[in-house]
């Protein structure tokens, strides 16, 4: 079983919100185990992209067939069809609704 979540830097956890998590393309990583110093480094690596009024969140997911943990940089899109179009545009296999905790695929591959 897969698992994950979505933290916003001055937020905090967004589960529960009236959105949509949608991966950005090229700032994700993949990490066997997660530790410390896999989370301080995607910080670091990102610090500007997570500061400011519109900053991202960050994304976090067990892939339940490699058991690789990834991270990404993610935007909180309110609009289900503009989350879509924006996962298609950025690659990505699927969307996350983080009000009803469901994977929504985007019917594109996902290119990383």
Known sequence: MGGGATVHPTQGNQAGVDAFAVGQQGFGQESHRLT????????????????GPNSN???TYLDPQTQQWLFDLVQLIPSYN???LAGQRNNQDSIYDLNDERVIPTKGPNRR
């Open 57 to 59: 969140a960050i994304g």
């Open 36 to 51: 410390n110093q896999d989370i301080l480094g995607f910080l670091a690596k990102n610090r500007k992209k997570l500061k």
């Open 82 to 84: 503009d989350a879509l």
